[in-house]
T-cell receptor, first 115, second 114 residues
Framework: EAGVAQSPRYKIIEKRQSVAFWCNPI?????LYWYQQILGQGPKLLIQ????????DSQLPKDRFSAERLKGVDSTLKIQPAKLEDSAVYLC?????????????FGPGTRLTVL | AQKVTQAQTEISVVEKEDVTLDCVYE???????LFWYKQPPSGELVFLIR??????QNEISGRYSWNFQKSTSSFNFTITASQVVDSAVYFC???????????FGPGTRLSVLP
């Protein structure tokens, strides 16, 4: 079974530029999560999708971050414009309530550096 | 508030020593799940264990064991006879609201020295 795929693995941009990350969850997983992990900290949930609907986006900085999950499969997370403090690893995870009660499977992450 | 605390920021041990990583959680829910994840230097989070709130049996898997105590809201993780490959950041996490919400602790960085 293929795992969660993310791209790109690394991205370096200048502040005020825009950037987008892509995630392909495990096939059949209805729930998809985006996390931000700042160096030395635990992952912080940004947004959670159930199929193509948003379950929780309370910690998403909506003035600059947006995410979508069209057709309930792939998802993209966008930052526009980026700030220095957005430098972090962005992790995507997926889960299925039907399998292992919502155990989350994580992708390798995208490391973003904002200069 | 739903919260996970890992008081140990960093731990260093010498190979073959036993080490226990502490996790204390807070939740108003009566049904919840607790997890441990390992994050090696490569960065990918690796699932280690899940425990539901109704199952307080301790679990052992090879050199790993977990001690779940609802009375103290703790879910501690012990590595017996540690190895250099155990060096990683370990996260404790809580899933609540019937699995709809998930919160991670800040992590404990374990260094196992040869």
């Amino acid at each position: 079974e293929a795992g969660v795929a993310q791209s790109p693995r690394y991205k370096i941009i200048e502040k005020r530029q825009s950037v987008a990350f892509w995630c392909n969850p495990i096939s059949g997983h209805a729930t998809l999560y985006w996390y931000q992990q700042i160096l030395g900290q635990g992952p912080k949930l940004l947004i959670q999708f159930q199929n193509n609907g948003v379950v929780d986006d309370s910690q998403l900085p909506k003035d600059r971050f947006s995410a979508e999950r069209l057709k309930g499969v792939d998802s993209t997370l966008k930052i526009q414009p980026a700030k220095l403090e957005d430098s972090a690893v962005y992790l995507c995870a997926s889960s299925s309530l039907r399998v292992s009660y919502n155990e989350q499977f994580f992708g390798p992450g995208t490391r973003l550096t904002v200069l | 508030a739903q919260k996970v605390t890992q008081a140990q920021t960093e731990i260093s041990v010498v190979e073959k020593e036993d080490v226990t990583l502490d996790c204390v959680y807070e939740t108003r829910d009566t049904t919840y799940y607790l997890f441990w994840y390992k994050q090696p230097p490569s960065g990918e989070l690796v699932f280690l264990i899940r425990r539901n709130s109704f199952d307080e049996q301790n679990e052992i898997s090879g050199r790993y064991s977990w001690n779940f105590q609802k009375s103290t809201s703790s879910f501690n993780f012990t590595i017996t006879a540690s190895q250099v490959v155990d060096s990683a950041v370990y996260f404790c996490a809580l899933s609540f609201n019937y699995g709809q919400n998930f919160v991670f602790g800040p992590g404990t960085r374990l260094s196992v020295l040869p």
